[in-house]
C-alpha cells in the first residue's frame, strides 16, 4: 500500500516539475536565452534518467540500474547551479532564482517522497530473497526435502512473474 501511495505522490511531483521547466523554458524563451534552455533540456534528461534507473531497478532489482538514478540526481543540481549563473546576470534574476529554487526543491522531493521508498522497498524484497534462499540452503544441509523445494521455487517464480507482470504492465501505462 505504501509503495502505491508513493508512486501517486511520485507521479504528481513529476507532473509538478514538468509546469515548471515549463514555465521557465517560457520565461527563457522570452528572454531569447539559448544557454538557459538547453540546461532546462538538460535537467528533463536527468529526471529522465533518474526515472529510468528507479524503474530498471524496480523491475530487476539490480544494484546497477541505481546508476542513472544517482547520477541523473547529481547532475540536476549541476545544472541548476549553472541556470543560477546565468540567470545571475539577468534583469528578472528574483524571480527566476525563485523558480529555480522551487524546482531544485521539488525535484528533491520526488527523490525523497516517491523514488527512494519505492527503490527501500524493492532492495527489502532481494534482501528477503536472499535470507530465504541462506534459509532454504540451511535446511537442505540438515535433510532436505525435494517435494518442499519445488513447492518453494514454485511460489518464489509465481511471485517474480507477478512482480514483473505488474511492472511491465505499469512502465506500459507510463509510457503512454
Do not use: C
Request: hydrophobic share 45%; glycine share 6%.
Amino acid at each position: 500500500m505504501e509503495t502505491f501511495i508513493s508512486r501517486a505522490v511520485g507521479k504528481s511531483i513529476l507532473d509538478e516539475i514538468r509546469s515548471r521547466l515549463a514555465a521557465l523554458d517560457l520565461f527563457f524563451q522570452r528572454a531569447e536565452n539559448d544557454s538557459a534552455q538547453i540546461l532546462l533540456v538538460s535537467i528533463a534528461k536527468d529526471m529522465v534518467d533518474q526515472e529510468t534507473g528507479q524503474k530498471g531497478f524496480l523491475i530487476s532489482g539490480l544494484d546497477e540500474f541505481l546508476d542513472p538514478f544517482r547520477q541523473g540526481g547529481e547532475n540536476i543540481r549541476i545544472h541548476i547551479n549553472e541556470l543560477r549563473v546565468i540567470v545571475e546576470k539577468g534583469i528578472d534574476k528574483v524571480e527566476v532564482l525563485a523558480q529555480l529554487d522551487k524546482l531544485e526543491a521539488t525535484a528533491l522531493e520526488w527523490g525523497e517522497a516517491a523514488a527512494s521508498k519505492e527503490i527501500a522497498s524493492r532492495s527489502e524484497t532481494n534482501k528477503s530473497r536472499l535470507s530465504t534462499a541462506e534459509s532454504l540452503q540451511r535446511n537442505l544441509t540438515s535433510g532436505p526435502k525435494l517435494e518442499e523445494l519445488v513447492a518453494l521455487m514454485v511460489r518464489i517464480s509465481t511471485r517474480e512473474g507477478m512482480f514483473l507482470d505488474r511492472a511491465y504492465t505499469e512502465g506500459a501505462i507510463l509510457a503512454n
